[in-house]
Nanobody
Framework: QVQLVESGGGLVQAGDSLRLSCAVSGLAFSSYVMGWFRQAPGKEREFVAAVNMRGSLMHYADPVKGRFTISRDDAKITVYLQMNNLKPEDTAVYYC?????????????????WGQGTQVTVSS
């Protein structure tokens, strides 16, 4: 059974940092592109960041470039999202996802497994 379990969300103030973690089990982690998406209230889920299978290439959505960093640890079977200089507009439920495509993909329909999400709330 495949499981992706996010953690690390919470309530912070603007300018603070958070690190999200996504613990993965039940799949060949090193064979999957890993991504983070988010969904704000009343909005559609959107791409945030992705990392390739080797952890050597990353791609970020424009609103988070320079502030967020995605990384993966194959030994711990975990993917991370380091979020710095958080803004109120970063408030959303953040989801971890895994894709079998051999390259970074941005379309959520290209991701095969999803976590349940973790809430991030940034106050001004």
């Amino acid at each position: 059974q495949v499981q992706l379990v996010e953690s690390g969300g919470g309530l912070v103030q603007a300018g603070d940092s958070l690190r999200l973690s996504c613990a993965v089990s039940g799949l060949a982690f090193s064979s999957y592109v890993m991504g983070w998406f988010r969904q704000a209230p009343g909005k559609e889920r959107e791409f945030v960041a992705a990392v390739n299978m080797r952890g050597s290439l990353m791609h970020y959505a424009d609103p988070v470039k320079g502030r967020f960093t995605i990384s993966r640890d194959d030994a711990k079977i975990t993917v991370y999202l380091q979020m710095n200089n958080l803004k109120p507009e970063d408030t959303a439920v953040y989801y971890c996802a895994a894709s079998r495509f051999g390259r970074i993909v941005l379309n959520q329909d290209s991701y095969h497994y999803w976590g349940q999400g973790t809430q991030v709330t940034v106050s001004s």
